[in-house]
């Protein structure tokens, strides 16, 4: 398989492989089964994720829930912190 770098991309490789004294197809090898491993990783806690919603196991909240939770603790600590 040939994979075709931008030459920003490229030059961004060349520097750690003359540092490290490895290949840049080598260490493109090591940063794409990292990337790949991570992406597995993410694609699996997502499922499980799903999984609890759709079997009621964790009740999904409204997505302003957590907003106004913020901006009602951030207004209580700004009144404590203005001068009276």
């Known amino acids: 398989m040939e994979v075709h770098l931008k030459p920003e991309t ?3 490789l060349s520097e750690p492989a003359s540092q490290s004294g490895r290949p840049t197809d080598e260490l493109a ?5 990292g990337y790949l491993a991570e992406v597995a990783e993410v694609r699996d806690l997502l499922a499980r994720r799903y999984d609890h919603i759709w079997s009621g196991r964790v009740k ?11 901006r009602q603790r ?7 912190l ?3």
């Not at 090898?29 to 089964?33: F, H, K, S, T, V």
């Not at 997505?63 to 939770?69: A, I, K, L, N, S």
């Open 29 to 33: 090898e090591d940063a794409m089964a």
């Open 10 to 12: 490229e030059s961004r």
């Open 60 to 70: 999904p909240i409204d997505g302003e829930t957590p907003f106004e939770d913020l």
């Open 82 to 84: 203005r001068p009276e």
């Open 74 to 80: 951030e207004e209580k600590l700004l009144n404590r």
